[in-house]
């Protein structure tokens, strides 16, 4: 069953959201080059403990791995669940920021990416391409749609372009916890999958690469790269399905 959240709840996630949108104002600000990615997650944790919730991904676990940092911070071929760590970001780095907080019981999740000082120009194509799918995934999660309608409208929006959709990673409901049913994967066919119905709430997440689809996971447990080594961005909101359309719960109005 997908939860469906009261309208008191909607109320509450807003809340949410609107803190995690204040802390991406923050990082958009001060994400440098020269940076550590430790550096940006000790800010992440702080602008996220400053408004009154806590962080969500710090203390994840799967399996018996446990994430810990704040932050996920993914560079190049890195596509998610980057561990901070000592590493200095340069300039052309493509750099993904993936992080979540709870606030008054409800999780919140967003991601965006950059490209750092001076970057080439199939480093700005991705970017721009994963920022446009993710709008375009959005547009589609619309009362009586299908979760397929949203992976299709993605994928369709990335392949023409010869950009690559991860597949093993997805998108998901979000709500009590991080993680909800349904998966939202970033490819698939229109008019299939779950109904979508007012109250639902998605994290949309698109990760494209410049490459293949195909990912693996680093022996930290963590770090998805692309197999092929090509570069990968990130896009994320949290959006409530409304009847009046999709809202988007992490952005700054
Ligand atoms: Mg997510």
């Known amino acids: 069953m997908i939860p469906l959240k009261e309208p008191w709840e909607l109320t509450v996630m807003r809340s949410a959201g609107g803190r995690l949108a204040e802390v991406v104002a923050r990082l958009r600000e001060v994400v440098a080059v020269d940076m550590t990615t430790l550096e940006l997650d ?13 962080p969500a991904f710090k203390g994840y676990k799967v399996g018996r791995a446990v994430f810990p940092s704040s932050l996920c911070v993914s560079v190049n071929e890195q596509v998610v669940h980057g561990i901070p760590s000592k590493r200095r970001l340069k300039s052309g780095d493509v750099v993904s920021l993936d992080f979540g907080l709870v606030y008054g019981g409800y999780f919140a999740d967003t991601a965006f990416t950059v490209v750092l000082g001076t970057g080439d120009a199939d480093a700005a194509r991705l970017v721009a391409a994963t ?13 009586g749609a299908r979760v397929g309608d949203i992976g299709h409208a993605i994928e369709m929006s990335v392949r023409p372009q010869g950009m690559g959709v991860v597949t093993q990673m997805v998108g998901h409901g979000i709500g009590r916890k991080l993680h909800e049913p349904p998966s939202v994967p970033n490819y698939g066919k229109r008019g299939t999958g779950d109904l979508l119905k007012a109250g639902m709430v998605l994290a949309v997440e698109p990760m494209i690469t410049l490459g293949s689809d195909d990912t693996k996971i680093l022996s930290d447990q963590w770090t998805v790269v692309t197999s092929d080594n090509s570069r990968s961005a990130h896009f994320e909101h949290t959006v409530a399905i409304t009847p009046a359309g999709p809202e988007i719960l992490t952005r700054l109005d």
């Open 42 to 54: 000790r800010l992440t944790e702080e602008a996220i403990l400053a408004r009154g919730a806590k």
């Open 131 to 143: 920022e446009d799918a993710l709008r375009l995934g959005i547009a589609q999660a619309r009362v």
